[in-house]
């Protein structure tokens, strides 16, 4: 993940034209505090319905996009996007970095891990280029094909990576918010696409 912004720029060239590249997306619509509020109810809902494997991640992700949006819970808002992240960050690192040996880390297994994860980020980056020209071509323009690139699970480099391809050809264009939509797009899919191995595999 950390290598995205080295991954994604020589391909998301090589399938765009500049002028594609220099497309200016319109301002977002405004959206009201109700579509706000519903989105991560209604996500929840309808995924877990579909996949309960993958209750306990969506749901985390959407309980703390709810806690935001409905400002009726500031003190948890600010402490599970503060202290309690950064408590779990150090937990997390401590623990896994306490727990993997050099024998275990340093073999072909996760050469492998890493090189599947290389592609996947490779092919998730063309196949969303891909579908940012197709988009681009039926909005007749509107839609600049690199926000497309986003669409993979690293938020929000994914995003930043962007808009700074985009910026690169045109400094006034703005892709970042655009590009936004595609990357937590990505993040919910991710999700369900594990629940879904989960579920082929029987892994509980």
């Given at each position: 993940?950390?290598?995205?912004?080295?991954?994604?720029?020589?391909?998301?060239?090589?399938?765009?034209?500049?002028?594609?590249?220099?497309?200016?997306?319109?301002?977002?619509?405004?959206?009201?505090?109700?579509?706000?509020?519903l989105f991560p109810i209604i996500v929840t809902i309808v995924v877990c319905l579909i996949l309960p494997t993958t209750a306990p991640l969506v749901g985390m992700l959407m309980l703390g996009n709810l806690f935001k949006e409905s400002g009726v819970v500031r003190q948890l808002t600010d402490t599970a996007s503060n202290a309690m992240m950064y408590i779990v960050v150090i937990l997390l690192g401590t623990s896994v970095g306490a727990t993997t040996s050099a024998e275990?880390?340093?073999?072909?297994?996760?050469?492998?891990?890493?090189?599947?994860?290389?592609?996947?980020?490779?092919?998730?980056?063309?196949?969303?280029?891909?579908?940012?020209?197709?988009?681009?071509?039926?909005?007749?323009?509107?839609?600049?094909?690199?926000?497309?690139?986003?669409?993979?699970?690293?938020?929000?480099?994914?995003?930043?990576v962007s808009q700074k391809v985009g910026a690169e050809e045109d400094p006034t264009n703005f892709l970042l918010m655009h590009a936004m939509g595609p990357n937590v797009a990505g993040v919910i899919g991710t999700a369900v696409a594990a629940g879904s191995f989960m579920a082929i595999f029987g892994v509980f």
């Open positions: 993940m950390s290598l995205v912004p080295i991954i994604q720029p020589p391909i998301m060239k090589l399938f765009t034209t500049k002028k594609e590249r220099q497309i200016k997306m319109g301002l977002l619509r405004p959206v009201s505090k109700l579509e706000k509020i275990a880390f340093l073999n072909l297994s996760t050469l492998k891990i890493v090189v599947l994860g290389l592609i996947a980020f490779m092919f998730g980056t063309f196949a969303g280029v891909i579908f940012g020209k197709l988009m681009c071509k039926v909005s007749h323009g509107k839609v600049n094909p690199l926000i497309g690139s986003a669409g993979v699970s690293a938020v929000p480099m994914a995003a930043r």
